[in-house]
């Protein structure tokens, strides 16, 4: 088997590739190679950015592949220029979406054929509006799509708590614990969700390749088990050997606070997410949850103490956490005496710019801190186009 990839540094397509090699495919990859200390040595690389379809065809020639899997994806436009050029080099299309397509409003467990879409987050409109059209376009050809919906996914780089800082900087979380720092939780902790290590996902998402009954068929790939968010706070705090500090927080005012995920909030994590594998079991016998989060949760803290806590602090992350405790504590006349809600250099090792990040976010609500991130927007744009070479 060989196979193209589009991507294939991220969480997802990562463990996708070293399971495809593995199982001994061939693997080709187009990337940009800012992260090729990710990329395993027998994969065959072409550096190159996803819209230079001129660089790539020169590449591709006139090859073939079993299957082409294209990570990077967003959005129905996205899929449609992505599936008209890599449909010439392939007999299976696949596009990853999310079991976040489902109406989880409605409750129940969701199979593949389970009600669309609860329209309160854009990611989960966009990833079915993607799936949607790219059913229309594949009917028109004689290419094959096989659609996977992943649930909860989490590898070394991310700790799977409902709202997180960016992958690589999870440490974020474990520090706060560490430092007296609380933790935002919502409806009691109690959501529930199929969590699933990447590793588990891979063998999936790999033994669906080749196979004439993936075609033209989507798969929901997620783990047996549904912990809620309390049951990862339990793990974390047993790891770590300390109890997490716990700020409870209503979720609508979590969502006001941060406008930019409140989609995520409102329409993700404040829901229950749970979905059924029992269609990919059947096709991929094989696949099974190998890694239970208690295991799974202890190989992602082990892999951030070696690997010198990856990316660090997610200082942006470290200040709205801050304000939003701050201020519902204000609200609600609790103290916060005891919570350090402050900047604290964790690793040593804080640059000025890091302070900075983290006092914008932590006062992101003040009309002078608003008008001063403006003005530097504007002084950025206009040194950027005086500049342009």
């Known amino acids: 088997m060989n196979i193209l990839i589009i991507g294939g540094t991220g969480v997802l397509s990562s463990a996708v590739v070293n399971e495809a090699i593995k199982k001994g495919f061939d693997v080709t990859m187009i ?226 606070q941060l406008p930019h995920i409140a989609g995520e909030i409102l329409g993700g994590r404040s829901i229950d997410t749970l979905n059924s594998n029992e269609k990919i079991k059947k096709l991929v016998p094989n696949f099974r949850q190998n890694i239970f989060l208690k295991e799974g949760i202890l190989k992602t803290y082990n892999a951030y103490l070696n690997n010198n806590y990856q990316q660090g602090i997610d200082w942006k992350f470290e200040g709205e956490t801050d304000r939003v405790i701050k201020k519902w504590c204000k609200k609600n006349h609790i103290d916060t005496s005891n919570m350090n809600l402050q900047f604290i250099d964790y690793l040593h090792n804080a640059r000025i710019q890091d302070k900075l990040v983290y006092y914008k976010a932590f006062h992101d609500d003040r009309l002078d801190m608003r008008i001063l991130s403006f003005t530097f927007k504007i002084i950025k744009k206009t040194i950027k186009t005086l500049f342009k070479p």
């Open 31 to 256: 990337n940009r190679g800012k992260r090729k200390h990710l990329i395993p040595d027998s994969v065959e690389l072409l550096i190159a950015d996803k819209d230079d379809k001129k660089k790539i065809q020169s590449f591709l020639g006139n090859r073939t592949f079993d299957a082409v899997m294209d990570y990077l994806c967003c959005s129905a436009k996205d899929t449609e220029k992505s599936f008209n050029f890599y449909s010439q080099y392939t007999k299976q299309y696949f596009f990853i979406s999310s079991c976040a397509v489902y109406n989880t409003a409605l409750g129940g467990i969701c199979k593949e054929d389970a009600p669309k879409v609860l329209p309160i987050w854009d990611y989960s409109v966009n990833k079915w509006k993607s799936e949607e059209h790219l059913i229309s376009l594949a009917a028109n050809t004689d290419v094959h799509y096989t659609i996977v919906r992943p649930c909860v996914t989490y590898g070394d780089t991310r700790i799977p708590y409902g709202i997180v800082p960016m992958y690589g900087y999870h440490w974020t979380l474990v520090a706060r614990i560490m430092n007296g720092k609380p933790l935002i939780r919502w409806n009691g902790g109690k959501n529930r969700a199929n969590m699933m290590r990447v590793e588990d996902f891979a063998i999936g998402v790999v033994g669906l390749i080749g196979k004439t009954d993936a075609y033209n068929e989507a798969f929901n790939i997620c783990g047996d088990e549904t912990p809620s968010f309390n049951e990862v706070l339990d793990e974390l705090a047993n790891i770590i050997k300390k109890q997490p500090k716990i700020v409870d927080i209503d979720n609508t005012f979590y969502a006001n």
